[in-house]
C-alpha cells in the first residue's frame, strides 16, 4: 500500500488510518495513535470521525469511542415478502438471517384510533379502532429494528393477529386465512435522525441517523390492509434488492 502524505491529502489519509482500527475487537476503546501529523489533535478528531460515519466506531458518554464489530444484516427486500415465504409457516426474517439469533421483544398489541396518516392509507375515518403492534426486533444481541403495524380492528378480532404470538408465518399468513392474503406491497424509505424515544429503543449512539421504512400490504383489488411503519439502526443493515431488468 503506497504511503500518503496527510497534509496533501487528509481526508484519504484520515480514513486509511481509522479502517486501520477495525482489527480490534467489539467493544474495545479506540486509540489512534498519531506519529506523522503536525496537528495531532484535528487528525485524531477527523480518524474518528471517519470510523463513527462509517458505523465502524461509537461514541459513549464519558468514556470515548469503541469499536463496533457488529456484522450489518442484508434486509433482501424482494426475497422476503413472497406468498410462498410467509405462506409456508417461514418467518419474513428467515430470508435474511442465515444462522444468527434473532429475538423479538418489547411485544405490545394494543386498540387505538387510526391517527390521521394511517387512516388515509388504510382508506377508513379518521379515529377509527387499529390493533396495533408494536415490538421490537434483537438480533445476535443488538437492537436492530422497531416494527409498528397498523390492522383495522374490525378486520383482525378474533384472530392471532391480537396476540402478541401471531403463529407461523407472522401476521400475512393470518391475514391470508381470514381472507384478506397480501397480494402486493408497497415500500417507502427515508433516512432521518432518530427520536428520543427512538434512540432508546434501539440503543444508538450520538449522532447514529436511522432508516425509516414504511410498508403497506394490499389484499385482492387493491385494498390495503397493513401499514408497518419499522425504524432501522441504519449502523446496522444493508439494504438489498435483487430483482430482473
Known amino acids: ?20 482500527k477495525t482489527r480490534l475487537r ?22 474518528l470521525g471517519v470510523l463513527r460515519n462509517e458505523g465502524l466506531a461509537e461514541s459513549r458518554k464519558g468514556s470515548g469511542v469503541f469499536v463496533r464489530d457488529f456484522k450489518p444484516l442484508s ?24 444462522d444468527r439469533t434473532l429475538v423479538v421483544d418489547q411485544v405490545q398489541v394494543t386498540e387505538v ?4 396518516r394511517i387512516a388515509q392509507v388504510l382508506d377508513t375515518e379518521p379515529g377509527a379502532a387499529m390493533c396495533v403492534r408494536n415490538r421490537r426486533f434483537v438480533l445476535d444481541g443488538k437492537p436492530v429494528l422497531v416494527s409498528i403495524s397498523y390492522l383495522p380492528a374490525d378486520l383482525v378480532a378474533g384472530s392471532a393477529i391480537t396476540q402478541e404470538d401471531t403463529g407461523p408465518g407472522g401476521t400475512h399468513a393470518r391475514l ?11 415500500e417507502e424509505i427515508r433516512c432521518r435522525m432518530p427520536s428520543q ?4 429503543r434501539l440503543n444508538l449512539s450520538l449522532g447514529t441517523p436511522v432508516i425509516m421504512i414504511c ?12 401499514i408497518n411503519e419499522m425504524v432501522l439502526d441504519s449502523a446496522s443493515y444493508i439494504l438489498e434488492y435483487d430483482f430482473d431488468a
Open 1 to 20: 500500500m503506497a504511503p500518503l502524505d496527510p497534509d496533501e491529502d487528509p481526508h484519504r489519509y484520515a480514513r486509511r488510518e481509522a479502517l486501520g
Open 26 to 47: 467489539d467493544g474495545h476503546l479506540v486509540q489512534v495513535p498519531l506519529p506523522l501529523v503536525r496537528d495531532q489533535q484535528t487528525h485524531g478528531r477527523q480518524t
Open 75 to 98: 434486509r433482501r427486500g424482494i426475497q422476503r415478502l413472497p406468498r410462498d415465504q410467509w405462506g409456508s409457516g417461514r418467518s419474513i426474517w428467515s430470508a435474511d438471517l442465515d
Open 113 to 116: 384510533a387510526a391517527p390521521e
Open 176 to 186: 391470508a386465512e381470514l381472507g384478506y392474503k397480501p397480494v402486493h406491497f408497497r
Open 197 to 200: 424515544e427512538e434512540a432508546a
Open 215 to 226: 410498508r403497506t400490504a394490499f389484499a385482492d383489488e387493491g385494498r390495503p390492509v397493513e
